[in-house]
């Protein structure tokens, strides 16, 4: 399959809406650069997941991590850790697709730039699944084990999507060893629960969230993305301490 890589610029612009909506793109030349890609198979998978049904976020999450593992991460890193080329695949071979699995696209060009053609960063909810289907599928070689691990990052997505907002932390290994240690202590509830008694930290500040700033704060004093699993679990501990009661963790450590 062939894909014309959309020109910068598509995002935002009305008359590009309109011309999706009309499905009349690709008679607009100016609207791509001189750059095409070929991929073997590109199935359909959900590309936007924000819903409060738990078990629907959880299948359309689970659907997606494993489409990426299975069809897409055969292509090269840099292909599909590049927004333009999702953009472009959406938006030409996936009109349909997108117009009846979210209709609201038709309502407004801020829901079409909202789900469609998103910043490719870690709000969006493929560049959270390429991640996800990439880091574990580098790091556990069964499938079955590959499944209960794309299930703790959707128990603790709070947590996975602060670790892959920043840099410091997008690393597989130290996603990988945060999620077993998590998993390992049984802590998932413990650490969706909102600081109480902190005005300093703001309103709906995490406790996970906040372990994980401490991480970011003494970085690059101590370099927690380079400890050894057993290593990080007693200062993850510590860490937690610093919000919530521990005593019965640490006999776990």
């Known amino acids: 399959m062939e894909i014309r890589i959309l020109e910068k610029g598509y995002r935002n612009n009305v008359q590009f809406y309109k011309d999706f909506l009309n499905g009349t793109i690709e008679d607009n030349d100016d609207y791509f650069s001189d750059e095409t890609v070929n991929i073997k198979q590109a199935p359909d998978f959900p590309i936007y ?19 990426m593992e ?34 609201e696209i038709k309502d407004s060009i801020e829901n079409f730039n909202k789900i469609v053609v998103k910043k490719f960063d870690w709000e969006n909810y493929i560049y959270k699944s390429v991640l996800a289907a990439e880091y574990i599928s580098d790091m556990v070689a069964d499938e079955a084990e590959r499944k209960r691990y794309y299930e703790i990052i959707i128990d603790n997505l709070d ?21 077993t240690i998590v998993d390992e202590l049984g802590i998932s509830s413990i650490l969706k629960k909102k600081i109480k008694g902190r005005d300093d930290l703001g309103a709906d500040t995490r406790i996970g969230r906040q372990v994980l700033f401490e991480f970011n704060k003494n970085y690059p004093v101590v370099m927690s993305p380079m400890l050894e699993k057993d290593d990080l679990k007693e200062l993850f501990v510590e860490y937690l301490g610093y919000y919530t009661s521990v005593e019965e963790l640490k006999v776990l450590v």
């Open 159 to 179: 947590l996975y999507n602060y670790m892959i907002k920043y840099e410091v932390f997008r690393s597989k290994q130290f996603v990988f060893n945060i999620l």
């Open 49 to 67: 997941i924000a819903y409060k049904n738990e078990d629907l976020r959880k299948e359309l999450f689970l659907k997606a991590f494993e489409t």
């Open 70 to 103: 299975k069809y897409y991460l055969t292509s090269d890193r840099e292909l599909h850790l590049d927004g333009r080329f999702w953009h472009s695949l959406l938006l030409l071979k996936k009109r349909e697709f997108l117009l009846n699995e979210y209709p």
